[in-house]
């Protein structure tokens, strides 16, 4: 993290929240150059790329970048962008990632590992159930607010543990011990939309509605909002396979 630079074209978010993101001098972004790493298909020793390319900037081509990433993890062909030494040197003072992933603990998941991205690309907030909370919410907003970051990735999982616990709970009217009830209780919303359809996999069904949900209230967020109206910011929400790998868009990709 960072000295944060703000984009002019971050000028709309003004008043307690700008004056709040310019204290904020600990996380920032800059222009950090992605390298591009490649490895052949046996896993040949990667070979550093000589020169390096500015991550994009509208929502089209974060979008873009990080879909062909996953092409590249499903197909096992990694190119392993940014993770060399001078990639991290180049991003040691100032960051500035092209998008924010918003996803779940579960270790088969791995953001960076799922869209073929290196050091300093994404912003990666990881909770049970990517569920959120007023400091979640804020960590999400921190890239677009203070750093420019054009996308937001709201990434749902197939077999998502900590939503079939908290749809079990709830359908049998039961309490998950601990802190655990605390992701029950943040599905709620998500449950109830579920249990009013019909479907043969009511788990894998409230996995998907609650990536929408949440995405779309992020799309309405006070801070959020002035940005994607200006066509700055993209949610979208997203569905990991377990199976292939395969990231499946559910809805708000941006059209450029």
Known sequence: MGTTAHPQRRTVVTGGLAATAALLTGCSSASGTPKVTQVGAAGATPTPATSASTGPSSPGGAFTRLMEGNRR????????????????????????????????????????????????????????????????????????????????????????????????????????PGNLQAIADSLRTAYAATARQKTDD???????????????????????????????????????SLDTGRVEVLNGAPTA
């Open 73 to 176: 993890w499903v197909k096992g062909a990694l190119l392993h962008p940014d993770q060399d030494p001078r990639r991290r040197e180049a991003v040691a003072e100032e960051q500035k990632p092209y998008a924010v992933v918003l996803s779940c603990i579960d270790s088969r998941v791995p953001p960076e590992l799922v869209f073929d991205t290196g050091i300093g690309d994404l912003f990666v907030i990881r909770t049970g159930g990517q569920v959120v909370a007023p400091v979640v919410t804020g960590s999400v907003e921190y890239g677009p607010v203070t750093a420019g970051t054009p996308l937001i990735v709201v990434l749902g999982h197939q077999r998502c543990g900590a939503i079939k616990a908290a749809y079990k709970a709830m359908h049998d009217r039961t309490t998950l």
């Open 202 to 240: 009511p788990v894998d069904t409230m996995i998907r509605i609650h990536a929408r949900q949440t995405a779309a209230a992020l799309r309405s967020n006070t801070s959020l909002a002035p940005l994607a109206k200006q066509g700055d910011l993209a949610v979208v929400s997203a569905y990991y």
